[in-house]
């Protein structure tokens, strides 16, 4: 079947720019998570969805970062104002249910010039 | 502080010989392991996990070893083909989604 779709694969954006950034997850996984992997890092949790609310949105670096998710299958993740810093690759992973492996989409590669 | 850490960066292994990856972790609260393998442009790819009542798992040529004394767990390959040639990420859960991923360890596999 199909695994989880992100789009774009890539985006150039200017510091400042309002960007955002679509995930598709495994069609009938409830769960849906959104991780950042800086350049030499490994994947760093951001958000967590359980159906339709965000269940933990405790990684999030800044008020900047919104993401939703409001039919229960796909996510936007939103960045405002942003700034280089924020130029990583944009990973979205979803699971059956919660504490069931996750699975990785390609992921969106942000970079903020 | 670097829960998860994978201290060899890069590793090359002779095709046909086994691979042996390795991971330490500091969280005794981690009893969810697992690795996964990128590919350049591509998103992570679950290879195999293992749930700490476990010390071993096996999957075809992947195994998993966990030594919960010693808060380490390796992933050995073998044969080891070129087409294992990757990113290898190491992962731990404590009871919940968040997973905390190691820095990755770069595979090179030698035809």
């Known amino acids: 079947g199909a695994g989880v779709s992100q789009t774009p694969s890539n985006k150039v954006t200017e510091k400042g720019k309002y960007v955002e950034l679509r995930c598709d997850p495994i069609s009938g996984h409830t769960a849906l998570y959104w991780y950042r992997q800086s350049l030499g890092q490994g994947p760093e949790f951001l958000i967590y969805?359980?159906?339709?609310?965000?269940?933990?949105d405790s990684g999030l670096p800044n008020d900047r970062f919104f993401a939703v998710r409001p039919e229960g299958s796909v996510s936007t993740l939103k960045i405002q104002r942003t700034e280089r810093g924020d130029s990583a690759v944009y990973l979205c992973?979803?699971?059956?249910?919660?504490?069931?492996?996750?699975?990785f989409g390609p992921g969106t590669r942000l970079l903020v010039l | 502080d670097q829960q998860v850490k994978q201290n060899s960066p890069s590793l090359s292994v002779q095709e046909g010989r086994i691979s042996i990856l390795n991971c330490d972790y500091t969280n005794s609260m981690f009893d969810y392991f697992l690795w996964y393998k990128k590919y350049p442009a591509e998103g992570p790819t679950f290879l195999i996990s293992?749930?700490?009542?476990?010390d071993k798992n096996e999957d075809g040529r992947f195994t998993v070893f966990l030594n919960k004394s010693a808060k380490h767990l390796s992933l050995h390959i073998v044969p080891s083909q070129p087409g294992d040639s990757a990113v290898y990420f190491c992962a731990a859960a404590g009871g919940t989604y968040k997973y905390i991923f190691g820095t990755g360890t770069r595979l090179k596999v030698l035809a």
């Open positions: 293992i749930s700490s009542i476990k």
């Open positions: 992973a979803s699971s059956s249910m919660t504490q069931e492996t996750q699975y």
């Open positions: 969805f359980q159906g339709t609310g965000a269940a933990d």
